[in-house]
């Protein structure tokens, strides 16, 4: 958007729908640890009135093909 016709507000909702749009959510500490357990599942984030209210994942979706099974 050109600087000369952007108000702050406008020009903070289309830098946060580009990150959004590019996957820039998560802080880089966050992607390093979902990087280490090879997480493939499901991250929920809740926000409302910019407050985080609710965060979760979706455990099922951990690969244990590498885990070995207890009998």
């Known amino acids: 958007m050109d600087p000369k016709h952007c108000d702050s507000e406008s020009c903070t ?19 390093k640890l979902i990087a280490q357990l090879k997480f493939t599942g499901r991250l929920t984030v809740v926000i409302q009135n ?5 965060s979760g994942y979706e455990e099922g979706y951990f690969s244990r093909r590498k885990d070995k099974r207890l009998s």
Not at 20 to 31: D, G, H, I, N, R
Not at 50 to 54: A, I, S
């Open 13 to 31: 909702f289309v830098e946060f729908r580009r990150k959004v749009q590019e996957l820039e959510l998560l802080s880089a500490a966050t992607l």
């Open 50 to 54: 910019g407050t985080v209210l609710k």
